[in-house]
């Protein structure tokens, strides 16, 4: 078996959660490694779209932001911003939201606003940008970051982005009409959440990490599945498509 | 058949951009108006209320100089990069200049712009719910859906007092074509009270009547039309040149000291009289990384009616 | 990637169409989709609500089969002719067959259709103030607006079951571009459950995909797609043919007698198999007379980004 | 002096209202006509604009509908029907809303919906299509139409379209955000509004044409311009377009 870094199975079990023909709203970065990476691999009918507005977009390189011109030319329909978010997202076009995030709690909730007081912040984060409407209105919402105690917190700084909320029908009752996180993928670990409570808990760990070096990096009392697994190895097929895609890892070493 | 409003970018803000105006500046990371930004930076406007979805670097060029009185705002960082420093220290720290901000989602600055473009006072939009953000702005309001009774956010209408577009073309009445990316344009044209155009292109008005479907904005809109080639750098205009995305990353570095950006609002922006010698001062490998090869859309008919 | 969902009419009506449903034919004047509506009206879907802006000679058709058990609209006439006359039996007289009518104004129709794509369940308008039309329609409401206090009109969302759009070019798959008047067919793709795609020209992937920005519809909201040329006739498609004047001409002198309407449905619509039938059965003159030179758009570049 | 119908008087007297520069919202037929014939005389720099999206259409023959293709080849714009409602007309951008109808009333009132009951009407006429909101928002209304007494009536059978309501300050009362009706042009004269009671008066009445033969014509106690004038003649240039845009008169003898 080759050897792999922690982020490169991140990015490669969260492509896996996309499914062929999803049409998936992704987030610039890890997001949209992931979601070429399936493209690539496992699902080449996946529809991908940025909320700068591309729908169906075949990138010939990793794109260096939202808005970068390889995912426009050679798309298949491009509309405005807010005609993505209306016509598309709010429609309920939309299966997959894709996000990262600089915080997140044990419902799925995520913060990108502000460390400390929203008035006074110790940092201040670029903010919402589309990732409170994408998981409020996706099908299922998707959320990738790297692990640790000051990321997996007991209680965020400031929610920007609804997950369950406070968990149990919080979300269903609060009116959001997309179905909520499906999975968070980290470093160390998948989680998903439990269907009644709505509390995330660890799925599969990742080959060589144990769960109390998860338990380690989460800042809330974890659950754990009973049946855990080991997360399954990266095949030398998406290795390979990761590595020519980010031949730096330039992404997965800035973000994870 | 509109004026020739043809001028220079330092005539256009100088008689369209007021001290207290309520400016934006439209394009996602798509050509952005780094050119209009540079002149609005060179003349000093005061008291400027910005507006822009991403905010990027002009907002910190902006920032630095202390013209802005408040920052209206979804996404404020480096696209593709990471964090915006100086919106940070300023945010944090009150420092170099203090703002005050206002901010949204995309969908919820989007919407408010299209609501001034189509002269509604306000927009619904299915997102805030849960969030903690309408706590800390009271201007994202409810209403009740007189149909099935539900309860919906709302925003506000954003009026700009003038728009900035940068476009890929335009005639010298300024009927303006954008392709690729759309991103704000259209609706910013449409919401302000006064609109510049600048373009990488000046083509005959017979071009933009060729293919009137991709038409932005019309002229009678248009205030003042300028031309501007590689108005968007660092930015990316497509089908013209790509983004230089060294550029970013050279500012990610450079802004964590604040110094550093006074240093390059001085050489590369006051020390500029205008887009032309900035241009001219670039250096000659990073024009030519930029470069691209066309990738051509082939034509449609519209057919000859008689 | 789409699947592949090329079919003839008599397939897609027969599949995505159903008795009792809402349909909605989308184009103003331009691409009017007589190729499905009269398949529609081969087949006897019933108990059909129809929306349309201007419900044009479509409407006549199938008011005249007894299909319909509703109207939506805001102009039935005869384009640029006068008066629809067997709409006018239908409303004035009960004649051939009694419906239903729900009428708005052309802003009130169209920005019904907007919310129903943008999923609100309804859209605020600067009409209907003043007008008759607002007692005799109570699903036109107000609303106040919840930051200046203002009273608006508001119409309610339009969420076709079916929406139908004849276009000048498609791929098998549904990517759908359109050129010209676009007037409904962005928004009655979005709103609706299902769509069908009828199109002058199939091409491949690869030409949707050169210039994007034309694309008005993509693929996975769409259903079912046909090849259809001429499938607009008596109406136009930019680029492709003009209207036939006279055939509209002639529909004016025809209407005038029930009968004759009823004869002209079994001769063109039930007589004939389908759109290629049809097409045959017109005459050389007539066909000939409709051919247009071409009027070239001119090419854009979108630029190689690698 | 070249002779000319009072149909071609009609439509030049409609076409000298309009500006160089006005940006103008037209139906078809008439008000067509007559905007043409202003953009190739006096006015060469206005803006036509159609509800069926078109914007500063310069079209090569007269259009046979408002979507006829003739004014999409070589104009300068082209949106939705939608927008063309909420982007130029709600925003303000229309200096002139260019109508025709079936009925007016004293206060520029128009009808053109039904003759009878709504709901069981003696004469179902196609509705209002854009002329509600043309009226209600362009900065001023031009109406046009030939007079009769069953046109200039007392009380219209349906108010479709909103001129001064009921006079005086009715208009801004209710909200109306454009001018209201600026002009009525008929066969038989040139109508315009007192500025304090929005009543309509006579102003012009072309060439052989009575103040008796108005008020037969007219349907309520019509009031008279104390300076009453003769509409100025057509000019021979201005009769050369009309008959040039129109060779058989078929919309001028339709309408009139």
Redesign the interface.
Same mark, same amino acid.
């Given at each position: 078996m080759t050897d792999y870094t922690r982020a490169e199975m991140m990015v490669v079990a969260a492509a896996r959660e996309l499914r062929d023909r999803d049409?998936v709203f992704v987030g610039?970065?890890i997001p949209t490694l992931a979601t070429i990476l399936a493209k690539r691999t496992h699902a080449? +009918?996946l529809?991908l779209l940025t909320?700068?507005?591309?729908?169906?977009a075949?990138p *010939?390189?990793l794109?260096?932001?939202?808005?970068?011109?390889?995912l426009?030319?050679?798309?298949?329909?491009?509309?405005?911003?807010?005609e993505l978010?209306?016509?598309y997202?709010?429609?309920?076009?939309i299966d997959v939201g894709f996000l990262g995030g600089a915080q997140v709690d044990r419902f799925g +909730?995520i913060n990108s606003?502000v460390i400390g007081p929203?008035e006074?912040?110790?940092?201040?984060?670029?903010?919402?940008?589309?990732?409170?409407?994408i998981a409020?209105?996706s099908k299922r919402t998707m959320i990738i970051m790297p692990q640790g105690k000051r990321r997996f917190v007991e209680k965020l700084d400031?929610? *920007?982005?609804?997950g369950y909320?406070t968990g149990g029908d919080a979300?269903q009752r609060?009116?959001?009409?997309g179905g909520g996180p499906s999975v968070v993928v980290t470093d160390l670990g998948l989680f998903r959440f439990d269907p009644v409570t709505k509390e995330m808990y660890l799925a599969t760990v990742h080959r060589g990490v144990t769960v109390d070096q998860v338990r380690e990096n989460t800042g809330w009392d974890l659950r754990v599945a009973e049946d855990l697994q080991v997360t399954p190895d990266p095949s030398e097929e998406e290795l390979r498509v990761v590595r020519e895609l980010d031949p730096t890892a330039h992404f997965l070493s800035?973000e994870a | 058949m509109a004026d020739d409003k043809l001028m220079t970018m330092r005539e256009a803000i100088a008689q369209y951009v007021n001290d207290g105006d309520t400016i934006y500046l439209a394009g996602l990371s798509h050509l952005v108006p780094f050119a209009a930004a540079h002149e609005i930076i060179r003349q000093r406007k005061r008291d400027l209320v910005f507006c822009r979805p991403t905010p990027d670097i002009l907002l910190e060029q902006m920032l630095s100089v202390g013209i802005l009185r408040k920052v209206e705002f979804c996404w404020a960082g480096n696209p593709g990069i990471g964090n915006l420093r100086v919106f940070r220290r300023v945010v944090e720290k009150g420092l170099p200049f203090p703002v005050e901000i206002e901010e949204y989602t995309m969908f919820g600055f989007t919407a408010r712009l299209l609501a001034g473009a189509m002269n509604l006072p306000f927009m619904p939009v299915r997102t805030n719910i849960g969030s903690d953000l309408p706590a800390k702005n009271p201007k994202i309001k409810t209403i009740q859906d007189p149909y099935g009774g539900e309860t919906l956010s709302v925003v506000p209408a954003l009026r700009p007092d003038v728009s900035i577009l940068h476009v890929q073309r335009a005639d010298r009445g300024g009927n303006a074509q954008v392709w690729g990316i759309t991103s704000d344009h259209r609706d910013a044209a449409f919401a302000a009270k006064r609109v510049i155009i600048s373009a990488e292109e000046i083509v005959d008005e017979a071009v933009i009547r060729a293919d009137p479907n991709r038409t932005i904005v019309p002229d009678f809109l248009v205030s003042a039309v300028v031309h501007e080639p590689f108005g968007a750098h660092p930015s990316y205009a497509q089908g013209f040149y790509d983004r230089d995305n060294d550029w970013y990353q050279e500012w990610d570095r450079l802004s964590a000291d604040q110094a550093a950006v006074d240093a390059y609002v001085a050489e590369w922006i006051d020390g500029v009289p205008d887009r032309a010698a900035y241009v001219a001062k670039l250096d000659e490998v990073t024009k030519a990384k930029l470069q691209i090869e066309p990738a051509w859309s082939g034509q449609i008919s519209y057919g000859v009616y008689k």
């Open positions: 049409v610039v970065g080449p +009918n529809w909320e700068s507005g591309i729908v169906g075949m *010939t390189r794109p260096l932001s939202i808005a970068d011109p390889c426009v030319t050679g798309t298949q329909a491009i509309v405005s911003t807010v978010f209306s016509l997202l709010q429609r309920g076009w +909730n606003t929203y006074k912040p110790a940092v201040r984060f670029p903010g919402s940008g589309g990732a409170c409407e409020s209105l400031f929610l *920007t982005t609804p909320l979300r609060a009116g959001l009409l800035r | -």
